[in-house]
T-cell receptor, first 113, second 117 residues
Framework: DVKVTQSSRYLVKRTGEKVFLECVQD?????MFWYRQDPGLGLRLIYF???????EKGDIPEGYSVSREKKERFSLILESASTNQTSMYLC????????????FGAGTRLSVL | AQKITQTQPGMFVQEKEAVTLDCTYD???????LFWYKQPSSGEMIFLIY??????QNATEGRYSLNFQKARKSANLVISASQLGDSAMYFC??????????????FGGGTRLMVKP
């Protein structure tokens, strides 16, 4: 089974803080993704990475950056958290097969006060 | 324009009955894939079923089936014999194109399904 682990289920941060959301996968997968989920909007892609040190912007990258120093770990960084970044954040990876199904972590619910 | 549209924000179904969750999509690509995910209150997104645009038969996975109507660009999820544990958010998603090197998905807004005992 694919295992995707997000380091925190719940986080509360203050406006202006630097926030790190960590995601680890144990299957040596190349592609990893960060989404945010808001009611009525579904999931929107923030960034993705297809290899170590490689990253691409998704649909809503503003206010975020990412880091992929090791294949198994993909970090989402909020340089200066703002209240409009209060959301559910989901990390995903792809199992190597024709369907390229994305498998998700349990999510991190971030509140910025 | 929305690429994935789920028109039912919320639905009720009686336990043991079948239910259809609607999904329409918009793409000009000939090659694409359609996915359904379930998200219980715990938050984790669980993959349910996949349909490729060139698949001639509708996908089935246990109690889940995908009613794929290519000409109408719809990919409705059918859950047979609903169970209380089926209560969750359901998301339809699409992956477009051969050159989608990142295998990015576009998601719909979701449908909340509530199963009544």
């Amino acid at each position: 089974d694919v295992k995707v682990t997000q380091s925190s289920r719940y986080l509360v941060k203050r406006t202006g803080e630097k926030v790190f959301l960590e995601c680890v996968q144990d299957m040596d997968h190349e592609n990893m993704f960060w989404y945010r989920q808001d009611p009525g909007l579904g999931l929107r892609l923030i960034y993705f990475s297809y290899d170590v040190k490689m990253k691409e912007k998704g649909d809503i990258p503003e206010g975020y950056s990412v880091s992929r120093e090791k294949k198994e770990r993909f970090s989402l960084i909020l340089e200066s958290a703002s209240t409009n970044q209060t959301s559910m954040y989901l990390c995903a990876t792809i199992r190597g097969e024709a369907k390229n199904i994305q498998y998700f972590g349990a999510g991190t619910r971030l509140s910025v006060l | 324009a929305q690429k994935i549209t789920q028109t039912q924000p919320g639905m009720f179904v009686q336990e043991k009955e079948a239910v259809t969750l609607d999904c329409t999509y918009d793409t000009s690509d000939q090659s694409y894939g359609l996915f359904w995910y379930k998200q219980p209150s715990s938050g984790e997104m669980i993959f349910l079923i996949y349909q490729g645009s060139y698949d001639e038969q509708n996908a089935t996975e246990g109690r889940y089936s995908l009613n794929f109507q290519k000409a109408r660009k719809s990919a409705n999820l059918v859950i047979s014999a609903s169970q209380l544990g089926d209560s969750a958010m359901y998301f339809c998603a699409m992956r477009e194109g051969w050159d989608n090197a990142g295998n990015m998905l576009t998601f719909g807004g979701g449908t909340r399904l509530m199963v009544k005992p």
